[in-house]
């Protein structure tokens, strides 16, 4: 699925960031800003997590923005990007004009989960004075050192790195050099290294760094000097390029030299491929970019390779993976494929990455004389998987769509959504087939290609809802086997859709999900999304009661995300907001919603405001019901902001009121005009409502924050 995130401004958001900071009083209004700034930030990454682009560990914010501070590699591709600029601009005028508040948005970065705010949370600890070493040693090590060695903060905590060699004192010195040299943890590199490519892949690590910080005038301890100079000694290869300054500037280069250069006369090139090292990380040549330019020579190397069953896996994965990035040619599958159809099953388990994504690229080109061969080589790989699988890390749908099981099935999919399935025909026998064989859960290595199948449910039971009730659903059952039961599960809400009868066919199993929110990780939320929807849409298929189990088993958080897509159910509704809310979303406050104490959180409160606004003419009704549910939160600049440009305050303003009363906590230091607006507007409504102790309270608040 394609996807671009805009902001809502109107035009080019760079330019007008230009425009605003050529302005005399920038410097003081991006510091009022700033906690909006992170707000904006924050939303742009939970939609990008919701589609799939961002987690706890990677947000690939390094490729749109490759540096926090202005840079060449940056681009303004991204329009969401200038939040970032937004961002560490206001904090830095924080740190200057207002250091209380420059740490009290640092300690709100630190709780956000994205490693983009880690990148802004190194980048402040190594421009500012606001931390002495030994906080910005603790922030570099933060999470056991994880962002010292990940990708996506590699600048940044390089920046930071440096300037703590020069300053620390000798004792947590040694501590941060010990941390560097143990090198990085094991579970950041792909699980299939072999061991003496993973010791190559940390020594690298701890080499570059210690290298780098040398070079740079950094301070190396004796100790570091040691292992520095055994690396060197052990990788003579290695050496770092003159125009390589510094990573954190001009970001990583190639520190293994330039690659051989190949022959490129087939007689040549044959000897040069049979003799080409397997297992030495470090070497390089350009039989990539001969697969690229010379895609036919390359194949006749192949060809004649296969011939003398000479199947270098270096050799042949990046042929692969290269023909896979390419255009798809299925004259390659003509040509490869009889070959790797009849390769050994070690050959295929050592391609399979490769191998798989070269399968899948070609799915949507087959012709009709191909696909025969092409079903074959899928299940090669199937017949090729691994024989155990440990999910007990979490994450299947990331497991399940970089695993070459995961890869075909999706080729799989690809290839039969190309005949535009009807609903009800049945499932064809060639993908029927492959599907059933999934469905076997001794098959353990298998478990990716049925998270993959599952994220594919919905059209599955449309086309076949006899095999899909029979085969797949009873994968769905929490009792048989809860691991499977959670990759399937998180396999669906990957990207859920759902309808009356689906929705007939599994309901005890929907329900029952529940119940294990905490065991889906990310996909709770889409649990909590996709639960209301039902309510809202298919209410006639549950009773009140089943309902009302369902929702009390969401933990706070998925409560606060229910009501979020209450608020914007309702919002979309339109000109039938009023009906919307009549006899959708109050019936299913009322009968069904959870009432303890125990479940509100500020973030369900803000959904509720906008509840509340939304629902149009009933805005008293709304208020009516909810407010005895809000809470006070920091969290109300947006709510109040849309009851502002309601103009609701004026025609309801004791209802206004008491909404504001409820929701707006004091401890909130940087209050916007949007509060004072929607003040002003009470008072032209009804202006007795200034002498009340609520109005005061709100009142006394802005001018406190000379609102």
């Known amino acids: 699925m394609d996807w671009e995130i805009v902001l809502p401004i109107g035009e080019h958001p760079w330019d007008k960031l230009r425009e605003i900071t050529a302005q005399g009083n920038w410097a003081n209004g991006v510091v009022e800003c700033l906690p909006g700034f992170t707000s904006s930030l924050i939303e742009v990454l939970d939609l990008m997590a919701e589609l799939g682009s961002a987690c706890e560990k990677s947000d690939l914010s390094y490729i749109h923005r490759p540096s926090i501070i202005d840079h060449q590699q940056n681009n303004e591709f991204r329009e969401w990007t200038c939040l970032i600029s937004l961002c560490r601009d206001g904090w830095l005028s924080a740190a200057t004009q207002n250091p209380s508040l420059a740490k009290s948005e640092f300690d709100r970065w630190r709780l956000i989960k994205y490693p983009l705010f880690k990148r802004l949370i190194l980048f402040a600890a190594a421009e500012s004075t ?40 000798p004792i947590p010195k040694d501590r941060l050099f010990a941390c560097i040299m143990a090198g990085p943890p094991r579970e950041m590199y792909q699980e299939d290294l072999e061991d003496g490519e993973w010791i190559e892949c940390r020594d690298r690590a701890v080499w570059l760094r210690l290298k780098t910080i040398s070079r740079d005038g950094g301070t190396l301890p004796p100790d570091a000097i040691i292992r520095l100079t055994e690396l060197e000694a052990e990788y003579p290869q290695w050496e770092l390029e003159a125009g390589d300054r510094n990573w954190s500037e001009s970001g990583w280069k190639d520190i293994f030299g330039q690659p051989r250069t190949l022959p490129i006369e087939l007689n040549d090139l044959i000897p040069a491929l049979e003799n080409r090292p397997i297992n030495e990380f470090s070497y390089k040549d350009d039989w990539r970019s001969i697969c690229q330019t010379m895609p036919e020579q390359a194949m006749s190397a192949l060809k004649i390779l296969a011939e003398r069953e000479v199947w270098n896996v270096g050799v042949w994965g990046e042929a692969l993976q290269t023909f896979a990035e390419g255009e798809p040619r299925t004259i390659f599958l003509d040509e490869i494929g009889p070959f790797l ?50 999910f007990s890390q979490g994450n299947p749908v990331g497991r399940a769509i970089n695993n070459p099981v995961g890869h075909v099935i999706e080729a799989l999919f690809s290839w039969w959504f190309q005949s535009i399935p009807q609903a009800g025909v049945g499932l064809p026998e060639p993908v029927k087939t492959r599907l059933t064989k999934l469905t076997n859960q001794s098959l353990r290595g298998l478990i990716h290609g049925r998270v993959i199948m599952a994220s594919r449910l919905f059209p599955l039971f449309a086309v076949d809802p006899i095999w899909s009730a029979s085969v797949l659903l009873p994968l769905f059952d929490w009792s048989t086997n809860a691991v499977e039961a959670q990759g399937v599960w998180e396999g669906y809400l990957w990207n859920p859709r759902i309808s009356a009868e689906l929705l007939s066919a599994f309901k005890t199993s929907f329900l029952e999900t529940a119940n294990h929110y905490g065991e889906l990780g990310p996909h709770g939320k889409q649990y909590a999304s996709l639960l209301t929807i039902a309510a809202l849409e298919l209410r006639p298929q549950f009773t ?164």
């Open 130 to 169: 606001l931390f002495d070493d030994e906080e910005a040693l603790k922030i570099l090590l933060m999470e056991n050192g994880w962002w010292l060695w990940s990708q996506e903060t590699k600048r940044e905590s390089y920046q930071l790195l440096l300037r703590l060699s020069r300053d620390l004192e």
């Open 341 to 390: 159809l009849n390769a050994s099953d070690q050959t295929v388990r050592e391609l399979r990455h490769s191998f798989s994504w070269w399968l899948k690229s070609l799915a949507t080109v087959l012709s009709e004389s191909s696909t025969v061969l092409w079903l074959q080589l899928l299940d090669r790989i199937l017949n090729n998987a691994d024989t155990e699988v440990d």
């Open 544 to 707: 009140d009661n089943e309902l009302r189990i369902a929702f009390y088993a969401l933990p706070p958080e998925g409560l606060s995300k229910a009501a979020q897509v209450l608020a914007r159910s309702l919002e979309s509704a339109n000109d039938r907001r009023a009906e919307y809310w009549t006899h959708r979303v109050k019936s299913l406050l009322e009968d069904v919603w959870p009432k303890s104490a125990n479940k509100r959180s500020g973030s369900e409160s803000v959904a509720f405001m906008d509840i509340c606004i939304y629902s149009d003419t009933h805005f008293s009704e709304a208020t009516a019901l909810l407010i005895p549910w809000i809470i006070k939160t920091k969290r109300f600049y947006l709510p109040v902001t849309h009851l502002a440009e309601s103009g609701l305050a004026r025609s309801y303003p004791e209802q206004a009121l008491g909404l504001l009363d409820a929701i707006v906590d004091e401890l909130d230091r940087w209050p916007r005009g949007d509060l004072r607006e929607c003040l002003n507007q009470i008072t032209s409504g009804n202006d007795d409502l200034e002498n009340t102790a609520a109005f005061r309270r709100l009142s006394e608040y802005c001018d406190r924050h000379n609102l």
